[in-house]
């Protein structure tokens, strides 16, 4: 018989849990996991802590409460008898109306600069370096009183509109551009008015369908249908039609200068330009960076073989170029959506009442609420951020490689 | 071991926060100079000069009481603060009072945890336009931009007074007092609110006052006063003892110019006891027996305060109204020192 020697027993020792690699990683992951919560707790505390000290609770309810304040933009109806929280909702609303507005028009901007400045025509791509350069090179909330300071000084003041004065409307007097800011035609939706907005809306969903038809004709049989033409005739042709059949119900309201300002129409605030464009221009600046590196990180080879199978460079540039360059191009553009929308908080400048100055600025001042209303605050655009790059990431996941 | 000193620091730490709120006296006396909070810049109130001093009515307060405090007038950091701002800044411990413009109300005294120490100026919301409109009344004013302070009484004010008076306008709101004047002055909006004071005071500092009116309507009661943090008595003591030294100076005619010599006594028993040749008010408060002297000598009594900045002889040239003294008809009435 062999003897057998049992294995060493292993004794744990603590010393182990710092010098031996098997436990290291775990003790520096639990130690940290305790500070963290130490840290929390500590946090928490002191709040809980100071907010005693003060004498003051943790309550809600003022939400519930009479505003008391006026609201200049509201989307929807709002008084001065209106509660905190129905302000608060005007705010977050407008806040998502200069989101919006600034990440299309930032896009728009964005590509165009970012395709220009890789153009081959020198002035061209030099004037976009300029804009690029100069717009993300200097804070955005000089821009935005910048040029809330151009419109509000280059601009008439209603009084000039009267008569004698020195300004006049615009195209044939249904636009006027003054210091407190653009009043447009509004359209009036009379009665049956929401058939020619059900007939546009399926015209919408015709153009889609014939795309889609279009693309499989072409991959059938190679035969190409003409998209553009039978596109921009079904996005316009079926709406006007319906608008003659249904007896003209959908009428404009021109601005007219009553009183102290211009009456009816729509009255696009100086604050609301002024925040959309510098958001815009600024944001857009650093997209149209994006949008070159994208374009730039698509292998020369691509176009040249694309050009060597006999493609045009516009359709070399949208059926090869781009496609390629979306993939590099979606992920880093979500995060520029994501600040601009954050950035629009910067609207008090020019005293635009978005969700920071309702909730986070006269409400927290005229209620005492600082902690709650900033909590509510940050829950919102931690909300609104999760929600934009949630739907960029469904986007993003549509364009991108996808092996079989 | 070291995660029990970490916790025990923390611990420290978190008590030396909560007792803060204490004992501001001493914290002030500890840091060598008193914070004030102001505000951004109106001229009269609070305004920093040609060489960068604060000077005004309101920082005139604050001057009183850094006197009475250190017997140092200039031992003052000011904190310039807006309307939004405000607040916080105090109720943070950021500054020690606030001698703003600001409205003492039930809601900031009560729910917002503060102590309104006196009222040193009683004002009035009204309404300034430019001549060139012809309007005569604010009831006039239906459909009008009205720029206006944001997070201050006067916003409340005005949407009430409006919604009283069934009459529409546009709010402009705007953070300071400086930015108004800008939009104002571009006609980007046809009136500017806030308290009467203020409105004159922005007024004195247009290139043409002429050319710009306030106003008959006052629509508002704004008592504005300095005040302070709630849960320190003491402190809210001496701030308001100031006050009413400075105010009660005028009624007994003390003024910077006599004081040298009534501080040798003299036959009032009250003004002696203000001086402190009698009896131990400063004491009392935690101060010196001169505290009050102090306080008159830093920039005169209530009366020589209001004349020097925003007096009749001023740019700004407020009368003293409702702000004279009760054996004036006004209501100035200090309770007495005794």
Redesign the interface.
């Known amino acids: 018989m062999t003897t057998m020697s049992d294995p060493p027993r292993e004794s744990f020792r603590l010393s182990q849990l710092i010098y031996d690699t098997r436990y290291r990683s775990l003790t520096i992951q639990v130690v940290a996991t305790i500070l963290l919560a130490v840290m929390i707790f500590w946090l928490i505390n002191n709040t809980v802590q100071n907010l005693a000290a003060l004498g003051k609770d943790f309550d809600f309810g003022f939400l519930g409460q009479r505003a008391g304040y006026d609201i200049n933009q509201r989307l929807l109806e709002y008084s001065s008898a209106s509660t905190h929280g129905k302000a608060a909702l005007i705010g977050i609303l407008n806040t998502l109306l200069v989101a919006f507005l600034g990440c299309i028009l930032a896009t728009v901007l964005g590509v165009i600069a970012g395709v220009l400045r890789l153009s081959s025509n020198w002035v061209v791509a030099r004037l976009m370096a300029v804009y690029v350069e100069g717009f993300r090179n200097v804070p955005l909330l000089l821009w935005i009183i910048a040029i809330f300071a151009v419109m509000t000084e280059s601009t008439p003041s209603p009084r000039d509109f009267r008569e004698g004065g020195s300004a006049s409307m615009m195209l044939g007097d249904t636009l006027a551009v003054t210091n407190r800011g653009v009043y447009v035609p509004m359209p009036v939706w009379g009665p049956g008015s929401w058939v020619v907005v059900v007939v546009f809306l399926l015209s919408l969903v015709g153009i889609f369908a014939y795309r889609r038809l279009a693309r499989k004709r072409q991959e059938a049989t190679g035969q190409i249908l003409p998209v553009f033409r039978v596109s921009l005739a079904l996005f316009f042709l079926p709406a006007i039609l319906a608008y003659f059949v249904m007896g003209g119900p959908v009428s404009l309201n021109y601005p007219e200068l009553g009183g102290f300002n211009f009456d009816g129409g729509l009255h696009l605030r100086n604050s609301l330009i002024a925040l959309w464009l510098a958001l815009s221009l600024y944001t857009g600046a650093f997209i149209a960076e994006i949008v070159r590196g994208g374009i730039l990180s698509v292998s020369k080879g691509q176009t040249e073989a694309s050009f060597a199978l006999g493609l045009r460079p516009n359709r070399t540039m949208n059926l090869v170029v781009l496609p390629q360059a979306m993939r590099v191009i979606v992920p880093p553009l979500i995060s520029q959506y994501l600040n601009l929308t954050k950035n629009s908080s910067l609207a008090i400048a020019v005293g635009y009442m978005d969700a920071r100055s309702t909730l986070g600025g006269i409400t927290i001042n005229q209620t005492g609420r600082e902690l709650e209303g900033m909590l509510l605050l940050g829950a919102f655009y931690l909300v609104l951020s999760l929600a934009i790059s949630g739907v960029m990431n469904i986007y993003n996941a549509s364009i991108k490689l996808k092996e079989r | 071991m070291t995660?029990k000193i970490?916790?025990g620091a923390?611990a420290v730490?978190?008590l030396s926060?909560?007792a803060a709120?204490a004992a501001t006296l001493d914290d002030v006396k500890a840091r060598g100079n008193l914070n004030c909070g102001v505000t951004t810049g109106l001229t009269g109130f609070a305004a920093p000069d040609a060489n960068g001093v604060w000077e005004g009515f309101d920082v005139g307060v604050c001057r009183a009481v850094a006197a009475a405090v250190f017997g140092d007038p200039m031992a003052v950091e000011f904190t310039p603060t807006t309307?939004?701002t405000r607040?916080?800044a105090l109720?943070s411990g950021e500054i020690d009072m606030l001698a703003r413009n600001t409205t003492w109300t039930f809601?900031?005294d009560v729910?917002?945890?503060f102590e309104f120490t006196g009222v040193n100026y009683y004002d009035g919301q009204g309404f300034m336009v430019p001549k060139?409109?012809g309007v005569s009344s604010a009831k006039d004013?239906?459909?009008?931009?009205v720029c206006i302070q944001?997070?201050t009484t006067t916003?409340?004010n005005?949407?009430?007074y409006?919604?009283a008076n069934n009459i529409s306008?546009?709010?402009?709101?705007?953070?300071t007092n400086a930015e108004a004047q800008q939009?104002y002055l571009?006609?980007?909006?046809?009136v500017y609110t806030t308290d009467a004071s203020g409105l004159a005071a922005t007024r004195a500092t247009f290139e043409n006052p002429g050319d710009h009116v306030v106003l008959p309507e006052i629509i508002s009661k704004e008592p504005l006063g300095p005040l302070v943090?709630?849960?320190d008595s003491e402190w809210g003591d001496i701030v308001r003892w100031t006050l009413n030294a400075l105010i009660v100076a005028e009624e007994l005619g003390v003024t910077s110019a006599n004081i040298d010599e009534l501080v040798a006594g003299t036959n009032n028993p009250e003004i002696n006891r203000l001086l402190g040749t009698e009896g131990e008010l400063g004491p009392m408060l935690g101060l010196e027996t001169d505290w009050a002297v102090n306080a008159i000598k830093a920039g005169g009594n209530y009366g020589e305060l209001f004349e020097k900045n925003i007096g009749e002889n001023t740019p700004i040239g407020l009368s003293r109204g409702l702000n004279a003294q009760w054996t004036d008809g006004g209501l100035l009435y200090a309770p007495p020192f005794r």
């Open positions: 995660k970490i916790l923390l730490a978190g926060a909560g709120a309307g939004q607040f916080t109720s809601t900031r729910d917002l945890k060139a409109l004013l239906d459909g009008a931009t944001t997070g916003e409340l005005l949407a009430d409006f919604r306008y546009e709010p402009v709101p705007i953070e939009q571009a006609n980007a909006c046809d943090r709630h849960g």
